[in-house]
């Protein structure tokens, strides 16, 4: 077997240094009626030759978003990384190393946490950013428990714009805790919900997502304002880190924690992960702060370092009392996000978001022109939503069958409410040709005929 | 000195100047410092070259951002450069052996990798038709065919973002099956020696949490937990133990504890981060458990990236079964269902609802099948026959030296030692990890489990050639006889040779320092 060193005659002078016969006195304590001789059902040993072939047919069965005009979005985007990304990220002393505990030897990974941390605390305008979470949905539902903490209350209203997945993970967390509540609005296309009516004394927080899940932009000043009012944190949702580019930042507009997803900067679509989530608030909630933080220090010779730090909040230290059971989160993915925004920089990043708007824009207007297709976003990014005089479920199919990845039906998220089955969303980024959208515009077209 | 006909020297002189040389940079050769990137950056470019849009009138309404975005940016050299000198900052297994006890640190194939990044996986949207992704169920499918058989189970959760979300996942499904019989309890018990995530994920789900002490030879004995069970008859869920457990042991009673803890009408999980020990030597189903996470990101060597992507599958019991969270794959006779919404539920399914958006670490998933491929059944139990060796060979290697807490007895992939041989030296557990780090190793898992004192758990993994091992313990053996003899110089104030001397990680706590800020002026 090519991955294991040892030979047989390794093996047999390693048995007789530790003083046992063969291999199976070493596993004298599972009870004998448990142990098993073979894997009889499953296949032997393969040739990297023979693997490789296997998967890349399973691969080949597979409709890359990058073969045809793609306009799937929805909470993961295909955004064009540089090379450089993923060769440094395959570096193998990023690749294959662990959780720095050792800082001594892992101030890579260590300044690249500091630096990502720092690079996220900066877009969303906040104070400080921990060094990731699994995903943006996995990151809103500790962010939830986490005003749960600081507030001491227990009720937490969520906005018809947040993405429907997202909603289904706080809600089953929440499901868990005595006392715990959540009030979730009903599907919000328009953007015009009002959530300021269901802020009151009880509510802990008031989750928000802008760009909304159907593209809307929200205007979270006046909810900040009132949920403050009622000793509530406004928790900011986004699930396209690259609208951070052309879009006023949360933390400006009052929020309390902001949580996002973090995979359009460096990271794959991968089917859905791994991903990272981004997740930052102010300085005086950082103590109730789930997940691991990067602090700067000085070694013994007062040379600068940076170790892991507020570790008193974490399992390992506090068990039962830890702010989250989070250990290992998405190192990689992180460092994947930091190298591309490093890449980009301030002006980088305004400048691809401007490019991704205006393919929107451009998508919006060519897909509004055919008949009987309606864009319900008067403000959006780079993801809006279309009503179809057809189902949509049906219209992305018949897309998909013409060579034509469309977007998502929102009702393959929300089965249970009638009024959203004509209902697409639409993502266009800076990897969408005008080809692309004259290719989609033609399609519906000819779908909707 | 000689001297070729140039005047060029052909033999080193001066050697006896090297080692404390102060350097103008404070480079010293290959090691180089390396400032933070708002230290070196440019603030007025981008380093990706990016066409600037043609003039259109945004859509944005009032959002517009005002703020500016204060992040500065690299060309492309500039980056390599940055990121290839913060990397050789790292220790990695693919430099040296990593015997972090808990961590399997094993050699991490590169094939995975390759085959990870096809277009047709790594290229995938999760939410694109499902007629386009047929490939992508299968791989998932026959993923999770391995992991039911490899630990004798009917069904597997497979969306868990790491362990512990794995954890959560399984202890989920528990409370969500006790829910379906009408039953509410509060307690969940936990040995002593448990990761602090199985507590962590107890508390998180709203349960009280109830020790279980260890007994002296460190494993779990039934009687404490029928003890348990009777104190709080009636109100305990479900147990969670590791098995292989944290000492590096075998539960030996793993049966009976877990017909106490069925015949109490609780349930039993089992934490998986141990599972490397017993691939293909016995199957945790076959023990009794009903849920298991297995982290991918060690078992079956994912890379652990400095700290993930992890990922954390969660196989489940027949009991179990029907509670296993969106989305999952349903087989039919018509081939595979992506069942992923309440509507497309059929009788006898009752999912406790969603741990994450959309489908796991699909990424994850692929380098684990093609690990799982690469070995078969005959290369996954020789792996485990081979880390199970290689952490005896260490052990029978250090044990006249070092102290093990439970005597002189077969270790599973790990071996425990405690602190008892250091004592009156002088040298602690962290100096003796931190000398460790001067002779090129990383240390293993250090003042982990809490059950013994100044722990030091190393499981040097199957993928150790024995000169690796041999040169390991010799090491060791060569530091505890310094310490013995009362050398302390070279673990006070180790390490000497790393990036970084020891830091000060009370400083870092008590003042946060979690960002850079620009420097004011003056």
């Not at chain 1, 990731?132 to 600081?150: I, K, N, P």
């Not at chain 2, 391995?146 to 399984?170: D, I």
Request: hydrophobic fraction near 40%; include cysteine; charged fraction near 20%.
């Amino acid at each position: 077997m090519r991955y294991l060193p040892l030979s047989d005659n390794d093996r047999a002078a390693m048995m007789a240094r530790i003083g046992i016969d063969g291999i199976d006195e070493l596993f004298a304590d599972i009870p004998q009626d448990k142990r098993i001789k073979a894997l009889e059902s499953l296949p032997k040993r393969k040739t990297e030759l023979e693997v490789e072939r296997l998967l890349s047919r399973m691969a080949a069965k597979n409709s890359a978003a990058g073969d045809q005009p793609f306009f799937v979005g929805a909470g993961a985007y295909k955004h064009h990384v540089p090379a450089t990304v993923d060769h440094l990220i395959q570096r193998s002393e990023f690749l294959t190393s662990y959780t720095p505990y050792q800082p001594e030897i892992t101030q890579g990974t260590l300044q690249a946490l500091f630096e990502f941390q720092t690079q996220v605390a900066e877009l969303t305008g906040m104070d400080v950013a921990n060094a990731s979470m699994y995903d943006g949905s996995t990151g809103t539902a500790e962010a939830v428990l986490m005003a749960h903490r600081v507030t001491r209350k227990k009720k937490a209203v969520i906005s018809g714009g947040l993405h429907p997945q997202y909603r289904e993970v706080v809600e089953g967390i929440s499901a868990q805790l005595p006392g715990a509540s959540v009030v979730a609005l009903p599907a919000d296309p328009y953007g015009t919900e009002d959530i300021l009516a269901q802020i009151d004394d009880d509510t802990s927080c008031v989750v928000v997502q802008s760009p909304s899940f159907y593209g809307q932009l929200i205007d979270l000043k006046p909810i900040a304002e009132k949920a403050h009012d009622h000793k509530a944190l406004l928790i900011a949702v986004f699930t396209e880190v690259v609208s951070l580019g052309l879009i006023e930042s949360p933390g400006v507009q009052g929020a309390d924690i902001v949580v996002g997803e973090g995979q359009s900067i460096g990271n794959a679509l991968n089917f859905g992960g791994p991903y990272v989530g981004l997740f930052a608030t102010r300085q005086k909630y950082v103590r109730n702060m789930p997940g691991r933080v990067c602090g700067e220090t000085v070694d013994a010779e007062g040379k600068r370092g940076f170790v892991l730090t507020l570790s008193t909040r974490e399992q390992h230290i506090r068990r039962d009392k830890a702010t989250s059971n989070i250990c290992t989160n998405s190192g990689l993915c992180a460092l994947a996000f930091s190298i591309h925004m490093t890449m980009l920089g301030g002006l980088g990043l305004n400048k691809l978001a401007r490019i991704n708007h205006h393919n929107a824009v451009k998508l919006a207007d060519a897909l509004g022109a055919v008949e009987g297709v309606e864009v319900l976003n008067k403000a959006f990014f780079n993801e809006f939503t279309i009503k179809v005089p057809a189902d949509a479920n049906d219209v992305i199919e018949a897309l998909a069958v013409n060579g034509v990845l469309g977007g998502v039906p929102v009702s393959r998220l929300l089965p249970d409410q009638p009024d959203v089955a004509q209902l697409i969303t639409v993502a266009a980024t800076e990897t969408n040709t005008q080809d692309d959208i004259d290719a989609y515009a033609a399609a519906l077209k000819e779908v909707l005929a | 000195m000689s001297m070729n006909t140039q005047g060029r020297p052909t033999a080193p002189a001066g050697a006896a100047l090297g080692e404390q040389r102060k350097t103008f940079t404070g480079n010293r050769a290959l090691d180089m410092e390396e400032p933070l990137l708002f230290e070196l950056g440019h603030w007025n470019i981008c380093g990706v070259d990016l066409d600037e849009p043609e003039e259109f009138s945004p859509r944005l309404g009032n959002h517009a951002r005002q703020s500016e975005i204060a992040l500065p940016a690299f060309t492309e050299p500039e980056t390599m450069r940055h990121y290839v000198r913060l990397s050789r900052m790292n220790y990695a297994i693919d430099a040296g052996l990593y015997p972090l006890g808990s961590c399997t640190m094993k050699h991490n194939p590169r094939l995975n990798e390759k085959l990870a990044r096809l277009a047709g996986f790594a290229d995938l949207h999760p939410l694109q038709p499902v007629s386009t992704a047929s490939g992508a169920y299968e791989l998932i499918d026959m993923l999770a065919e391995w992991l039911m058989q490899l630990t004798g189970t009917t069904a597997v959760a497979m969306s868990p973002k790491a362990g512990a979300h794995g954890e959560q996942c399984g202890m989920m499904a528990i409370k969500q099956a006790l829910l379906a019989r009408g039953e509410q309890r509060s307690i969940v018990l936990v040995p002593e020696s448990a990761h602090g995530t199985n507590p962590a994920t107890a508390a998180l789900i709203g349960y009280k949490v109830v020790a279980v002490p260890a007994r002296d030879d460190g494993t779990v004995d039934p009687q404490a937990v029928a003890d348990k069970l009777k104190e709080h008859e009636g109100e305990v869920a479900a147990l969670m133990l590791t098995n292989p457990n944290t000492c590096g042991l075998f539960e030996p009673q793993v049966v009976e504890i877990a017909n106490l803890i069925h015949e109490a009408g609780a349930y039993f999980y089992c934490d998986g981060a141990n599972f490397n020990a017993i691939v293909g030597k016995a199957r945790p189903g076959d023990l009794g458990i009903d849920a298991m996470h297995i982290n991918l990101h060690k078992t079956f060597s994912t890379p652990h990236g400095g700290g993930g992507p992890g990922s954390g599958p969660v196989v489940l019991s027949q009991r179990l079964a029907p509670f296993a969270p969106l989305p999952f794959i349903r087989r039919t006779d018509e081939g595979l269902e992506l069942v992923e919404n309440t509507s497309q539920l059929v009788e006898g399914e009752q999912p406790f609802g969603r741990m994450t958006a959309f489908h796991g670490q699909m990424g994850m998933f692929v380098r684990a099948l093609a690990y799982m491929l690469s070995h078969g059944s005959d290369g996954l139990q020789q792996a485990s026959e081979d880390a199970v060796l290689n952490a005896n060979y260490v052990r029978v290697g250090l044990q006249d030296l070092m102290s093990l807490p439970y005597g002189e007895k077969p270790c599973m992939h790990e071996v425990l030692f405690d602190d008892t041989f250091l004592k009156d030296t002088g040298v602690t557990t962290l100096d003796f990890a931190k000398a460790m780090i001067d002779e090129g190793y990383h240390p293993m898992t250090m003042y982990f489990p809490l059950v013994v004192h100044g722990a030091m758990l190393i499981e040097p993994t199957e993928s150790e050639s024995r000169a690796s091992l041999d040169l390991f313990v010799a090491t060791l053996r060569d530091l505890v006889i310094s310490a013995k003899e009362g050398d302390t110089s070279r673990f006070e104030g180790a390490p000497f040779h790393a990036p970084r001397r020891r830091l000060d990680e009370t400083a870092a706590a008590r003042k946060p320092l979690l960002k850079w800020t620009a420097p004011t002026a003056g």
